[in-house]
């Protein structure tokens, strides 16, 4: 049975969008999240040092797909993370086609003839020259522009780009040409898996433990566990990390459910008794064989040496900004903070190294605007008149749709008028835009300001207007306790104190 709150489906049509939009987006509350094997599978290989042949066995037993990445064409990506490296992990329902009546039957799914839907979609970030990478979720409800499609969830791309002969390159291209464009970065190389390559390799690495804070029981994903710690095998790791129904924050809860599972399962991977146990390694190996596709842009070897920098056991995960799950046109969604996309990925990625070497102008050469994305009431208004106070010409405040993150916006070549504002703005994050014409404050729901700025109003207090300038800006969207956190590091996050979570 369908757990997804979507409108009501219709018959899957070949090709169709509307199997795509009606029929598939009912099963997935049926979908796990399987691109978590293969994050785990690729962990042992990377890191576990074993025989040469392992990687050569692994690399000619997986698909290779041809996109020419990066940069499918079309993309609007400015490439916010330079010469950093983005593989982009991918998991969705299909089944292998070698796929026995055995295997679903042990996965549930057997009256399920599985889709195309991506229902989990990670970038994996590693920095130029190594360091600690970062996960970065990307949940699957989330409304965004399909390039050539309109708007509509973010799963249903690859679906599109599917049909009428597109095959899996040209569902993977419109995936990462609309993730690109969501998210500024360039997407290098793609790991693709399937349900079934999820659970052979949870199979492999033995029971999984949890610890939830309240007792769950959902039909729709067939998953009954109690409040506090439970090991699951791995037809409820199936349903922990699939569930969605009955979720306080559904789908970004599900998430949070993906990156807790990833840090058990990472120590697990990690340790002597999984790379020193031959029998293990080849059950994982052959499960991600099975059901596993790649771009033929990447190989095992070539993976072997990017990850030699990178220390897996310190992984972070985070999630994209949002707002809320508003329902839209009877679907259940995710609303993006687009307007503080380019801060979050900056959180990640760093800042330009024009910005980093500008030094900050004289106030009195920079020219600033202020928008309200706040919910101080007329706040744009007292922090421009903090700004002219401090000697920068100011224009007429505004204000603009909800966001999170107050930021500093400007073009390339206006490095040092940014920091000069960003300075007196604690907390801000200065972000280049390829859209901005000069310098422009936007103030966000986390309440930073200019310093000495005057508001007498309570933070906290519902959003409106700045009276001196009449806004053409979409109405704003309400703020909810969705907002995304700050990256935080797989293992320390989760479990090492005993964390539960929903």
Same mark, same amino acid.
């Given at each position: 049975?369908?757990?997804?709150?979507?409108?009501?489906?219709?018959?899957?049509?070949?090709?169709?969008?509307?199997?795509?939009?009606?029929?598939?987006?009912?099963?997935?509350?049926?979908?796990?999240?399987?691109?978590?094997?293969?994050?785990?599978?690729?962990?042992?290989?990377?890191?576990?040092?074993?025989?040469?042949?392992?990687?050569?066995?692994?690399?000619?037993?997986?698909?290779?797909?041809?996109?020419?990445?990066?940069?499918?064409?079309?993309?609007?990506?400015?490439?916010?993370?330079?010469?950093?490296?983005?593989?982009?992990?991918?998991?969705?329902?299909?089944?292998?086609?070698?796929?026995?009546?055995?295997?679903? /039957?042990?996965?549930?799914?057997?009256?399920?003839?599985?889709?195309?839907?991506?229902?989990?979609?990670?970038?994996?970030?590693?920095?130029?020259?190594?360091?600690?990478?970062?996960?970065?979720?990307? *949940?699957?409800?989330?409304?965004?522009?399909?390039?050539?499609?309109?708007?509509?969830?973010?799963?249903?791309?690859?679906?599109?780009?599917? /049909?009428?002969?597109?095959?899996?390159?040209?569902?993977?291209?419109?995936?990462?040409?609309?993730?690109?464009?969501?998210?500024?970065?360039?997407?290098?190389?793609? $790991?693709?898996?399937?349900?079934?390559?999820?659970?052979?390799?949870?199979?492999?690495?033995?029971? $999984?433990?949890?610890?939830?804070?309240?007792?769950?029981?959902? *039909?729709?994903?067939?998953?009954?566990? &109690?409040?506090?710690?439970?090991?699951?095998?791995?037809?409820?790791?199936?349903?922990?990390?699939?569930?969605?129904?009955?979720?306080?924050?559904?789908?970004?809860?599900?998430?949070?459910?993906?990156?807790?599972?990833?840090?058990?399962?990472?120590?697990?991977?990690?340790?002597?008794?999984?790379?020193?146990?031959?029998?293990?390694?080849?059950?994982?190996?052959?499960?991600?064989?099975?059901?596993?596709?790649?771009?033929?842009?990447?190989?095992?070897?070539?993976?072997?040496?990017?990850?030699?920098?990178?220390?897996?056991?310190?992984?972070?995960?985070?999630?994209?900004?949002?707002?809320? =799950? &508003?329902?839209?046109?009877?679907?259940? =969604?995710?609303?993006?903070?687009?307007?503080?996309?380019?801060?979050?990925?900056?959180?990640?990625?760093?800042? &330009?190294?024009?910005?980093?070497?500008?030094?900050?102008?004289?106030?009195?050469?920079?020219?600033?605007?202020?928008?309200?994305?706040?919910?101080?009431?007329?706040?744009?208004?007292?922090?421009?008149?903090?700004?002219?106070?401090?000697?920068?010409?100011?224009?007429?405040?505004?204000?603009?749709?909800?966001?999170?993150?107050?930021?500093?916006?400007?073009?390339?070549?206006?490095?040092?008028?940014?920091?000069?504002?960003?300075?007196?703005?604690?907390?801000?994050?200065?972000?280049?835009?390829?859209?901005?014409?000069?310098?422009?404050?936007?103030?966000?729901?986390?309440?930073?300001? $200019?310093?000495?700025?005057?508001?007498?109003?309570?933070?906290?207090?519902?959003?409106?207007?700045?009276?001196?300038?009449?806004?053409?800006?979409?109405?704003?969207?309400?703020?909810?306790?969705?907002?995304? &956190?700050? *990256?935080?590091? $797989?293992?320390?996050?989760?479990?090492?104190?005993?964390?539960?979570?929903?």
């Amino acid at each position: 049975m369908p757990n997804d709150d979507d409108a009501a489906g219709a018959p899957i049509a070949e090709g169709g969008r509307s199997a795509v939009r009606h029929g598939r987006q009912r099963r997935a509350g049926r979908t796990v999240l399987p691109v978590i094997g293969g994050v785990l599978a690729m962990a042992l290989v990377l890191t576990g040092g074993y025989a040469a042949w392992s990687y050569a066995q692994l690399d000619d037993s997986v698909t290779k797909v041809h996109l020419a990445l990066p940069h499918p064409s079309g993309s609007a990506s400015p490439d916010a993370d330079g010469a950093a490296e983005n593989i982009l992990l991918v998991g969705d329902d299909h089944r292998p086609a070698d796929a026995t009546p055995q295997e679903l /039957a042990e996965l549930g799914t057997q009256l399920d003839d599985g889709a195309t839907n991506t229902d989990t979609m990670i970038v994996l970030h590693i920095p130029a020259g190594g360091g600690s990478a970062t996960m970065i979720s990307f *949940p699957r409800d989330s409304w965004v522009p399909i390039p050539g499609h309109g708007t509509f969830k973010l799963n249903s791309a690859y679906s599109d780009g599917a /049909a009428n002969g597109g095959g899996d390159a040209g569902g993977m291209r419109l995936l990462i040409q609309t993730m690109e464009n969501m998210s500024g970065l360039s997407i290098d190389h793609f $790991v693709r898996v399937s349900l079934l390559g999820f659970y052979q390799l949870v199979k492999a690495l033995g029971p $999984v433990d949890v610890c939830l804070n309240h007792a769950v029981h959902d *039909p729709d994903s067939n998953i009954d566990l &109690p409040a506090g710690k439970s090991e699951l095998n791995p037809s409820q790791a199936l349903s922990f990390v699939r569930q969605r129904e009955g979720l306080p924050r559904g789908d970004l809860d599900r998430e949070v459910r993906q990156q807790y599972f990833l840090s058990q399962e990472a120590k697990q991977v990690l340790s002597a008794g999984t790379l020193l146990n031959p029998v293990k390694v080849s059950a994982l190996l052959h499960g991600v064989g099975d059901a596993v596709q790649i771009d033929d842009g990447l190989s095992i070897p070539s993976l072997v040496n990017t990850f030699r920098g990178i220390d897996l056991s310190n992984i972070r995960s985070t999630t994209i900004p949002t707002t809320g =799950t &508003p329902t839209i046109d009877g679907y259940s =969604t995710v609303a993006v903070d687009f307007a503080a996309m380019p801060a979050f990925i900056q959180s990640i990625v760093g800042p &330009p190294a024009a910005y980093t070497a500008a030094k900050a102008a004289a106030p009195a050469s920079v020219h600033v605007s202020v928008q309200n994305g706040g919910s101080v009431t007329n706040g744009a208004t007292a922090a421009s008149a903090a700004l002219t106070a401090k000697g920068f010409t100011v224009g007429a405040p505004s204000d603009t749709t909800t966001t999170t993150s107050t930021v500093v916006e400007y073009p390339a070549g206006m490095e040092a008028q940014a920091k000069a504002v960003a300075e007196v703005v604690p907390g801000a994050t200065a972000v280049r835009s390829t859209t901005a014409t000069g310098v422009t404050l936007v103030l966000g729901t986390d309440g930073h300001t $200019v310093q000495g700025t005057g508001t007498g109003a309570a933070a906290g207090t519902s959003a409106s207007h700045d009276a001196q300038a009449p806004s053409t800006a979409p109405a704003k969207a309400k703020a909810s306790s969705g907002s995304t &956190p700050k *990256p935080s590091a $797989v293992g320390s996050a989760f479990g090492d104190q005993g964390t539960c979570i929903n």
